[in-house]
């Protein structure tokens, strides 16, 4: 899809559509369910965030009374609400012409692949050499990754499945007992506060993927190996701030994922040694740890940041604040259309599915730029690019918030 390009000097290593007047600045965020922080005073939060609407640009010298530009804005205001329903209306009609296997069945189907190639990869890594072997851990670390972030990522925002109880039970599943986190937070930090404040400086700026005093080649290519460690040390930590109940529940749901992975590669892999089971349990988990980490920021920091206070509406808010990667067949079956290329769809409706964001795609993809809104999209390694070499101001740095005025 072509792009206008920008000042190469401002957006580097990114494609646009449309046009802010003032000069987007850089920050970040994460996005695929992210460790996050306790949940905090959501309805104080909410009335700071939507307590502002975005004015008109004015020209030096110009005085426009204080009713004067809060109608406009007010005016502003309801044009982009008009977008976005109108929009949603696009999208809705073709959800309801799309069958259940569209909607549910595709994705569901890859999970089930996922289940069903389990015994092969254990089988393989019983095998002395190299080859079986190494093809028992790239199946186990490209089944545990799709479980992992697509299963739970879907399951987080209810797309598996239109029953709540079912949905439910799968974010149970496939959060805590397969990824080992906890559920409630994990939903709690990734839609209620990501979803709902995507690039939002203090709440959907996903801070918690930033560690700023690591330098840029140990961040982001060491650094990631230990994610399958980091992970349910942090939903442990968290465990404090959810009910005694769901902390029960999820401490049995990550010690009993963990123990069959550990017995799995013990009885049925052959392993003869604690070290060489946990060994190889660390390598499945963090294969794809570091494509895992790097969409993660890719996809959001570097992109404009806000105020709660200063931020536009939804349309324009994930227009401007999200990212769009190219197709990988690997990326797409273990992480997922919406995570992926699809992403900009995903923060729009983030209820469907991923092969309905892949479906809806060229719909959203053609109605952002006739309206003249952003649509951006950038290459995997041209992210990397960025980020190396902006690694300071980027990851280090508090992101500058960016200016609204003359947002179209």
Not at 69 to 90: C, F
Not at 176 to 192: D, G, I, M, P, R
Not at 251 to 256: A, G, P, R, S, V
Not at 313 to 337: E, T
Request: hydrophobic content about 45%; overall charge neutral; aromatic content about 10%.
């Amino acid at each position: 899809m072509p792009l206008e390009n920008e000042d190469p000097a401002r957006w580097r290593g990114q494609q646009v559509n449309g046009e802010v007047s003032s000069t987007p600045r850089l920050g970040g965020m994460g996005d695929p369910l992210s460790w996050g922080t306790p949940a905090p005073d959501i309805s104080r939060m909410e009335a700071m965030a939507e307590g502002w609407e975005p004015g008109p640009a004015l020209g030096d010298g110009d005085m426009i009374p204080g009713g004067a530009l809060q109608r406009a804005g007010q005016e502003l205001g309801q044009r982009e609400e008009a977008l976005m329903a109108e929009l949603s209306e696009l999208v809705q009609k073709v959800v309801k012409s799309s069958s259940w296997w569209e909607r549910h069945g595709v994705d569901i189907s890859i999970l089930a692949c996922s289940f069903l190639l389990l015994p092969a990869g254990f089988l393989c890594l019983r095998s002395a050499q190299a080859i079986p072997f190494l093809a028992g851990v790239l199946t186990l670390g490209v089944v545990h990754h799709t479980l992992t972030v697509k299963g739970s990522h879907l399951a987080s925002h209810n797309a598996l499945t239109d029953s709540k109880s079912w949905s439910k039970v799968w974010a149970i599943f496939f959060i805590e007992l397969c990824s080992a986190f906890t559920a409630e937070q994990a939903t709690y930090n990734h839609v209620k506060i990501h979803h709902s404040y995507t690039n939002v400086i203090g709440l959907g700026d996903s801070s918690t993927w930033k560690l700023p005093f690591l330098n840029r080649y140990i961040y982001m290519f060491i650094a990631p190996l230990a994610v399958p460690i980091i992970t349910p040390l942090v939903a442990l930590d968290l465990l404090r701030n959810v009910e005694w109940k769901a902390a029960l529940r999820t401490l049995c749901c990550m010690f009993l994922g963990l123990y069959c992975h550990y017995w799995l590669l013990l009885h049925v892999s052959g392993f003869q040694s604690l070290w060489s089971t946990l060994l190889c349990m660390l390598l499945t988990r963090s294969l794809l740890a570091h494509p895992y980490i790097h969409v993660n920021i890719f996809q959001h920091i570097g992109l404009p940041m806000f105020a709660a206070d200063q931020k536009p509406k939804r349309i324009h808010l994930m227009s401007l604040g999200v990212l769009n990667l190219p197709r990988n067949a690997l990326l797409d079956w273990s992480f997922g259309h919406s995570l992926i290329s699809c992403h900009v769809e995903h923060h729009l409706f983030p209820s469907l599915s991923d092969n309905m964001c892949l479906k809806i795609k060229p719909i959203v993809s053609q109605y952002l730029k006739q309206k003249k809104l952003r649509y951006n999209e950038d290459t995997y390694t041209s992210r990397l690019r960025l980020f190396l070499q902006r690694y300071e101001e980027l990851m280090v740095h508090a992101p500058p918030i960016t200016e609204l005025v003359g947002i179209q």
